[in-house]
């Protein structure tokens, strides 16, 4: 049994239901609980993100922005921790009914950003946890920033830094599509999907579309992984699946084939 942990991240777009606010997609949450549980794979990092939990109250207090306006800014950002602490509970329950010894970890009492950066972590806590085989679950948050008063650290910056900060083994990110594209595959039908990529072919991609000066054509995927590359560069693989097809998880986790996008050092 490996000592270095898996970090499984499972997005908001999979758990939620985007179109409507607060809505917890639990039938995904069970069946990933289920996959997740047959794996069984140790030491294992669950960390998802917020979808229709966060989103919508994030962005109506302006939380990323900082701390700008006292008396709705602070209840706003009470409100947006507040429903992933709801979610959480609902991903961490799911978990503890199939059997995996799953711990709630919040990310806003132990993490403060600098300017949106991960600046300090309390690590020891999460450590132990990981030594005793516990399964540490931890999200996207609404957290303390040295420099902006408060701000909203993303799932996908987690990840890269705790695979890092714990010298993972790998990192499995589990979103609603199959992986990255070469277009967003939702809008243009003549996406394909990147099976295999390395961290210069991802930073090649990055200065193409930036040259072109028009937004993400991907979908959003490539910023989401361009926050990876820290963490691969340091020789951690990255697996990107559709976490909305059953089965996906599992056999990642189990190191089985499926559909996906691999990144690599190269």
Known sequence: MSTKPVILKLGGSVITR??????????AIKRLADEISSAKVAPLVVVHGGGSFAHPL????AIK??????ASQAFGFALTHQGMVALNKLVVDALIKHKLPAVAVSPSSCIVTKS????????????????MRFVPVL?????????LGFTILSGDQLIAYLAMRLNA?????????DGLYTADPKTNSSAKLVSHITIEELKGMQQQIEEAKVPDV??????????????IEKGITALIVNATKPKNVYKALKGEKVTGTLIEKG
């Open 58 to 61: 994030a962005k109506r207090y």
């Open 116 to 131: 949106g950066r991960i600046h300090t972590i309390m690590e020891e806590p999460l450590k132990k946890l990981l030594q």
């Open 218 to 231: 991907t979908g959003g995927m490539l910023g989401k992984i361009a926050e990876l590359i820290p963490s």
């Open 139 to 147: 999200y996207g948050d609404a957290v303390l920033d040295s420099d």
């Open 65 to 70: 922005e900082g701390y700008k306006n006292k």
């Open 169 to 177: 083994e790998r990192i499995i990110v589990g979103i609603d599509v």
């Open 18 to 27: 985007k179109e409507k606010p607060s809505t917890a997609n639990l039938k």
